[in-house]
């Protein structure tokens, strides 16, 4: 490759990386940090015993359920794994635990039932029923929850003093239920509603019972519509004057939240994601600690460091000056491969663990060894008695059949690792195999460019700092110093 096509070379690479970190600072990108590296929530779900024999099936279903509802609160790679019959949940930078408790464990049962019967606030049921109600309920007694007071959050009514309602059985479930989507409520009173989209099945239904409750007469508890959630009646709307007798209504339902903007909106998510198919218990809940985590991070850094340090020293005391030339070829690496993970971050939501960080900092071995292999190879077409220019480029064809080679057995085998693995270990297999092909890249192109233009510098070639010679004079001169040998017969 000739002079000019090396130099554009080089300053391609070098445009590439400034726009890649021009990008980054204009926009303030940072990475996604993981659990270990920024603090979050930890549990642990684990079956409530009653429920019979939980297959892998419905744990399955369970683990997509739950990934759904997380995915709604913006969490970026969460860790959601099955682990034999327990669940494991890891949401990094979740600071509200408590709405993390209410979006996972929930179960989220929606059931349309029609009121039978208002027993009032002293009936001797208890609210929340021990085991749960499930749909196949021919009739259940539930307490109606009241609207909060204008202006506040959530009823300041204690449970005991809640009107107990006799519901009939289940008509509409929560697998008729197309989408949920929370919007202001129209009374313009501040409160907020999610809006229930049916299936064409759902909305059949729907129609069926808003149209048997409408025949009966106007004011009794008997023409109210409950909408249970959970064991709870959350509202229990009647049925309008205008809604005709046995034709009922064909369009989707609203259920009231008490709260504001964000209840609604994480009731909307559950309720798209589905009901779990199972009832979970937290076994762990626990919070990791940002400033732990920061002091991961630093740890982390501060061994990166050092050993980009020690690596330069060694490059240094071994090649001279185009060991200072190799300094420049890890540092463009580093560049790239951190930025990469940064932008896999903002665009993919990929998460930097401190696994990952330890997948980075192995690979900067695997990139000064491309650079010492190169620099070998050189040395060899030197000693075969090859010009400056033309060690140079003969070495880099050279080494870069044997940087191919051990970079692909790199790569698969974190490809393999990141495939069979779980958990943090997947996160290392990902970092371990992108730095091995950024190697590739840098090699192919900053290395060849840097060291092919030091190479056909008249000035750098001769200089005794640069040290394109070093090492290759002295064993030539070591062997004219050897007196010759003769052979026996």
């Known amino acids: 490759m000739g002079k000019g096509k090396l130099v554009a070379l080089l300053v391609a690479v070098l445009v590439t990386v400034g726009a890649l970190w ?3 600072l204009a926009l303030r990108l940072e990475p996604q940090l993981g659990l270990d590296l920024q603090g979050g929530v930890s549990a642990v779900l684990i079956p409530v015993q009653g429920q019979g024999t939980v297959d892998e099936e419905v744990l399955d279903q369970t683990v997509s359920n739950i990934r759904q509802r997380v995915d709604a609160l913006g969490v970026a790679e969460p860790e959601i794994t099955r682990q034999g019959s327990t669940i494991q949940v890891q ?3 979740i600071a509200d635990q408590e709405q993390a408790r209410e979006i996972i464990g929930r179960t989220a049962q929606l059931q349309f039932r029609a009121v039978l019967e208002n027993l009032g606030p002293s009936a001797p049921q208890p609210c929340d029923p021990g085991g749960g109600v499930q749909p196949g309920d021919q009739e259940v007694v539930l307490c109606l929850r009241p609207d909060p007071e204008p202006g506040q959050a959530e009823t300041t009514v204690p449970v005991s003093e809640w009107t107990r309602l006799r519901l009939g059985p289940a008509e509409v479930v929560g697998t008729d239920l197309a989408d949920a989507q929370a919007a202001p409520d129209q009374s313009g009173l501040g409160n907020w ?24 007469p106007f004011g009794a508890p008997t023409r109210q519509l409950g909408i249970v959630l959970d064991n709870i009646v959350e509202s229990a709307p009647p049925i309008g004057a205008d809604v005709v007798c046995n034709q009922g209504l064909d369009q989707n339902a609203i259920i009231t939240v008490g709260g504001g903007q964000r209840e609604a909106k994480d009731l909307a998510a559950i309720l798209r994601a589905g009901a779990l198919p199972i009832q979970l218990e937290f076994g762990t809940f626990q919070s990791v600690s940002p400033t732990l985590g920061s002091s991961s991070l630093q740890a982390g850094l501060a061994a990166g460091a050092i050993g980009l340090a ?19 070829e890890l540092a463009v690496f580093g560049l790239v491969v951190y930025g990469t993970v940064i932008v ?12 990952g960080v330890a997948g980075i900092i192995v690979s900067i071995g695997i990139a000064a060894d491309s650079s010492i292999i190169y620099r070998e190879r050189y040395r060899d077409e030197l000693r075969a008695g090859r010009t400056v220019r033309t060690a140079a480029d003969t070495a880099f064809s050279r080494a870069l059949r044997t940087n191919l080679t ?9 490809a393999v690792l990141y495939l069979l693995a779980v958990g943090p270990v997947r996160g290392f297999a990902f970092t371990l195999g992108l730095s091995t092909l950024i190697d590739t890249l840098v090699f192919t192109t900053y290395t060849r460019a840097a060291f092919g233009l030091i190479a056909r510098s008249p000035k750098l070639a001769s200089s005794r700092f640069m040290g394109l010679r070093a090492g290759v004079v002295q064993a030539s001169s070591d062997a004219a110093k050897r007196p010759p040998t003769s052979a026996k017969v």
């Open 91 to 93: 949401l990094p930078g």
């Open 193 to 216: 509603v999610v809006e229930l989209t049916l299936t064409d099945q759902g909305v059949g239904k729907f129609k069926e019972i808003t149209g048997r409750l409408a025949c009966e």
């Open 22 to 24: 021009g990008t980054i």
């Open 406 to 414: 051990g970079n692909t057995v790199s790569f698969l085998a974190a």
């Open 344 to 355: 896999l971050g903002s665009l993919a939501g990929f998460t930097l663990t401190l696994a």
């Open 310 to 328: 020690l690596v330069a020293a060694y490059m240094i005391a071994l090649y001279r000056g185009i060991g200072v030339a190799t300094i420049t």
